[in-house]
């Protein structure tokens, strides 16, 4: 599968091996920073910025000020550049964003694909909002295909919308072309159910990408 642009750069809050929520089988997911929506009751808050941040727990602060020495700025404004998360003693500083280009995080990931094939998995794109970074995605995701991997993906905009959106985003379409699993749609506090399988609310929907582009509405897979 062809490759565009393989130092495209995606930023990443978090990388979970051994998921076994995110899709079918054990996979590896990866949580992609940024996101325009704000869901009530949001899952994963700290992806909403699209830039890395300093998270700090105040708990066991020895408030020694070590950090405070650390900063360039004295601590008065943080540009994440994380040399008090070197200085903490008591490692309660950390910092929530990655960025990484496409080839060297794919290479990364890709170290356990036997593992991953062995037990029925994949790869899940969640976040954040994956289809705002779609280009990078895009490049990632097309080393896992080239290597036999089911690619599944979280999106709070419906299937329709990203249709819509990928007449005027080229890599969204793109993106939207590599995935057999599509979970979409924001999710809905009063709509919450445990017994659905690899969503939060009834209102989202398992989308069989491939047969949706096909016929060119969503097709559901059956739970």
Not at 3 to 11: E, F, L, Q, R
Not at 80 to 99: D, F, S, V
Not at 199 to 218: C, H, K, M, Y
Request: aromatic share 8%.
């Amino acid at each position: 599968m062809p490759v565009d642009n393989a130092s495209a750069v995606g930023t990443v809050f978090d990388i979970k091996q051994l998921a076994v929520y995110d899709g079918p089988g054990i996979r590896t997911t990866v949580f992609l920073k940024g996101c325009p929506l704000r869901c009530m009751w949001c899952h994963n808050p700290e992806g909403l910025s699209y830039k890395p941040q300093l998270m700090v727990s105040s708990n066991n602060c020895l408030h020694c000020g070590a950090c405070i020495r650390a900063c360039p700025n004295g601590g008065k404004t943080c540009t994440a550049c994380g040399r008090c998360i070197r200085a903490c003693p008591q490692g309660l500083r950390k910092l929530c964003g990655t960025r990484y280009e496409a080839s060297a995080l794919a290479e990364k990931l890709l170290r356990n694909k036997d593992y991953l094939t062995a037990m029925g998995g994949g790869i899940t794109f969640s976040g954040g909002e994956p289809f705002c970074q779609p280009e990078a995605l895009y490049e990632l995701g097309s080393r896992f295909k080239a290597a036999g991997k089911h690619l599944m993906c979280y999106s709070g905009w419906t299937f329709e919308e990203l249709l819509k959106k990928s007449g005027r985003e080229e890599y969204v379409g793109k993106l939207l072309s590599i995935l057999d699993v599509l979970v979409d749609g924001r999710f809905d506090i009063s709509k919450r159910s445990l017994s659905l399988l690899f969503r939060g609310s009834s209102n989202q929907r398992l989308i069989d990408v491939p047969s949706s582009l096909t016929n060119g509405e969503a097709v559901e897979l059956p739970e």
